[in-house]
C-alpha cells in the first residue's frame, strides 16, 4: 500500500492537490493508494471515502490556521496508516506532516515532494524547517519540480545528493478531447487575456489591475476564480473603467478549459516564491496559448520561457507587466510562434506520458 501524506484532497482545489490526485490516481493502478489528509473546514468527523478509487482519510480539523490545517486525529491516522504502507509520501510545505513523520518507521520507504519553502509565515520558518531537515534525511529521494527550486530553497541545498527532479505534468489527452459545447460564460468578451487561479497574496493580483490601468488601450480582460482576496478585488474591478470580467467564483473543470481554449493568451503574475510552479501555465500551453509570467526565483520562469514561449517580466513591476502585455496582445505571429513553442515544450517535459514513467521508475524499480 502506498500512503500519500497532505494537507487537503480533491474536491479542494489547489496546484498541490491537484498534484497529489494525479500522483494518486496513476499510481493507484498498479498498487492500493490511499491519501490522508485533513478537512478544510471545521468537522469532529474523520471520513473515509473512495474518490476515483482511491482510499481518503480526511481527519477531523477544527480549521485551517496560518494556512495549515489543525487536527489532533491526523498523527493517530498517520501511525496506523504508515505501519500499513509499503511508501510513504509527504507533500511538503504540511507541518503536521513534517512533524508527524518520527511516527512513521524506519522500515517504510520515505519520499518527499517538495512543492515550495514555507514563505509566508516567517515567525514559525526556523521552527518548522527543523521538521522539514528531519524528513529530507529519513527519505530515500526527495523530488523537486523543478531545477530552480533546488538552487533556491534554504531547504533542499543540503539534501542534493538525494534530490531528483520530477516536473509537474498533466494529461495532454483530457485537454484536447475535452468536450465543451454545453460551456457557456455570460458577458464574456473576444480575445481577451486571461488571469485564472486562486485570488491569493503571491498570485499577483493587484499588480495585474495596476497594469490593466496603465494600458490606454482598449484590452479585454477576464479575471477567474475566488479565494481570500476576492472582496478586495471585487471592489477594485468594481470602480475600474477598463474593460474587465470578473468572474468571482469557483470555476469547474470544464469552466476552466473553455476560458483558456477562448483566450488570446494567459497572464501569470504571481509575486512570491511560494508560487514554485504553476501548473495552470501548462494548462494554457497545451492549447497553444503563450503565457506572461514572472521572474521568481523558483520553477514558474522554467515552465514558461521569456521570448519562447510567453514574456517573462520583473516580480512586483505593473508597469513591466503592462508593457509586455501590449506587446504580445497586438502581435499575432509572435502569439502564434510562441504557442507552437508551447505545445512542443509540454509535450517534451511535461506530458503525463514522460513524468509517469519516472515515477514508475521511482515507485516500483527496487519494489
Not at 147 to 159: C, G, H, N, Q
Not at 217 to 231: D, K, M, N, Q, W
Request: glycine share 4%; charged share 25%.
Amino acid at each position: 500500500m502506498i500512503l500519500q501524506i497532505n494537507k487537503m484532497y480533491s474536491p479542494d482545489i489547489g496546484g498541490v492537490e491537484t498534484v497529489v490526485r494525479e500522483y494518486s490516481e496513476y499510481l493507484n493502478r498498479h498498487e492500493d493508494v490511499v491519501v490522508l489528509c485533513s478537512h478544510k473546514q471545521f468537522s469532529l468527523k474523520t471520513t473515509v471515502e473512495r474518490i476515483n478509487g482511491v482510499k481518503v482519510y480526511r481527519c477531523a480539523s477544527f480549521g485551517v490556521i496560518m494556512s495549515m490545517p489543525i487536527s489532533v486525529v491526523f498523527f493517530f491516522y498517520l501511525f496506523s496508516l504508515g505501519r500499513k504502507a509499503r511508501v510513504v509520501h509527504f507533500h511538503e510545505p504540511f507541518p503536521l506532516g513534517s512533524i508527524g513523520s518520527f511516527l512513521v518507521s524506519k522500515k517504510r520507504t520515505v519520499f518527499v515532494t517538495w512543492h515550495s519553502d514555507i514563505i509566508k509565515q516567517k515567525k514559525v520558518k526556523f521552527f518548522f524547517e527543523l521538521f522539514q531537515k528531519r524528513l529530507c534525511k529519513k527519505a530515500t529521494s526527495v523530488i523537486s519540480t523543478s531545477d530552480r527550486l533546488i538552487e533556491f530553497s534554504s531547504v533542499l541545498t543540503a539534501f542534493k545528493d538525494k534530490v531528483i527532479t520530477i516536473p509537474l505534468s498533466i494529461d495532454k489527452d483530457e485537454y484536447l478531447n475535452a468536450k465543451l459545447n454545453h460551456v457557456s460564460i455570460e458577458g464574456l468578451p473576444r480575445e481577451y487575456v486571461l488571469f485564472l487561479g486562486r485570488f491569493s497574496y503571491y498570485k499577483g493580483l493587484f499588480v495585474l489591475l495596476d497594469a490593466i490601468e496603465s494600458i490606454e488601450e482598449s484590452i479585454p480582460f477576464v479575471i477567474a476564480g475566488t479565494g481570500e482576496l476576492s472582496e478586495a478585488v471585487k471592489i477594485r474591478v468594481s470602480k475600474s473603467k477598463k474593460n474587465i470580467l470578473l468572474v468571482d467564483r469557483f470555476v469547474t473543470d470544464d469552466e476552466k478549459k473553455y476560458l483558456l481554449q477562448k483566450s488570446k493568451f494567459m497572464v501569470f503574475p504571481s509575486i512570491y516564491p511560494s508560487e514554485a510552479f504553476g501548473i495552470v501555465q501548462l494548462e494554457s500551453m497545451v492549447y497553444g496559448k503563450p503565457v506572461i509570467n514572472t521572474y521568481l526565483p523558483t520553477g514558474v520562469p522554467w515552465v514558461s520561457l521569456d521570448k519562447k514561449t510567453g514574456l517573462t517580466t520583473s516580480v512586483k513591476n505593473h508597469t513591466h507587466l503592462a508593457k509586455a502585455i501590449k506587446e504580445l496582445y497586438y502581435n499575432d505571429e509572435m502569439i502564434e510562434k510562441f504557442g507552437r513553442e508551447a505545445t512542443k515544450r509540454v509535450d517534451e517535459l511535461f506530458s503525463d506520458s514522460v513524468t509517469n514513467k519516472q515515477m514508475h521508475e521511482l515507485y516500483f524499480e527496487n519494489k
